[in-house]
């Protein structure tokens, strides 16, 4: 199993261009999330998903949107990218059984000028 | 607002010592879990605890859990150089448990 991928490793982008950051887990989980985490700080939720066809907002989704089209997969887009979202990113996934630990990805590092 | 702090926020010890670090946090929970995070990379799940226990054992790490104080401690006995790293405290919101709400971390150095 190749776990929680993640895509691109590192991104720079100019204010106002939008990208879509890639997730993928062959581990069949339902739930997923996205997290941003900034220096200093522990991780902050922006998504998440329990299932496919299913996203919920987290603590921070301003600026943000997903889809889970398949179990596998949980893109996340920014829209017109700002400065403030400067931010290493990290896609989760977990079983949908309440307590179950979470599986990370390596992360994306972006910059946004 | 963050649901889990961390305290310290920042640990330095001799190879060897044990190290503790604490967590707090606000609301009702179904568990807690402990991550790691070595410097770049992602977290990696340590231990759970669930509401209904109050102390678990893995290897080096011992957890507490106070559920009436809404505090956590993580005890890593004999630390080793390669300990150095970030640990975070995660909380399930009883509320929402399907949420993982994560505090600020300690960062710890174990000098060899």
């Known amino acids: 199993n190749a776990g929680v991928t993640q895509t691109p490793k590192f991104q720079v982008l100019k204010t106002g261009q939008s990208m879509t950051l890639q997730c993928a887990q062959d581990?069949?989980?339902?739930?997923m999330s996205w997290y941003r985490q900034d220096p200093g700080m522990g991780l902050r939720l922006i998504h998440y998903?329990?299932?496919?066809?299913?996203?919920d907002q987290g603590e921070v989704p301003n600026g943000y949107n997903v889809s889970r089209s398949t179990t596998e997969d949980f893109p996340l887009r920014l829209l017109s990218a700002a400065p403030s979202q400067t931010s290493v990113y990290f896609c989760?996934?977990?079983?949908?059984?309440?307590?179950?630990?979470?599986?990370f990805g390596p992360g994306t590092r972006l910059t946004v000028t | 607002s963050q649901q889990g702090e961390e305290d310290p926020q920042a640990l330095s010890i001799q190879e060897g010592e044990n190290a503790t670090m604490n967590c707090s946090y606000k609301?009702?929970?179904?568990?807690l879990q402990w991550y790691r995070q070595n410097s770049g990379r992602g977290l990696v799940h340590l231990i759970l605890?669930?509401?209904?226990?109050r102390e678990k054992h893995s290897g080096r790490l011992r957890v507490t859990l106070d559920t009436s104080k809404k505090s956590s401690s993580l005890l890593i006995t004999a630390s080793r150089a390669a300990d150095t790293a970030s640990y975070f405290c995660?909380?399930?919101?009883?509320?929402?448990?399907?949420?993982?709400?994560f505090g600020s971390g300690t960062r710890l150095l174990v000098r060899p």
């Open positions: 989760a996934s977990r079983t949908e059984i309440q307590g179950s630990e979470q599986y």
């Open positions: 581990m069949n989980h339902e739930y």
């Open positions: 998903s329990v299932g496919a066809g299913i996203t």
């Open positions: 609301t009702s929970i179904n568990n």
């Open positions: 605890i669930r509401s209904n226990e």
């Open positions: 995660a909380t399930a919101p009883m509320d929402s448990s399907y949420k993982l709400i």
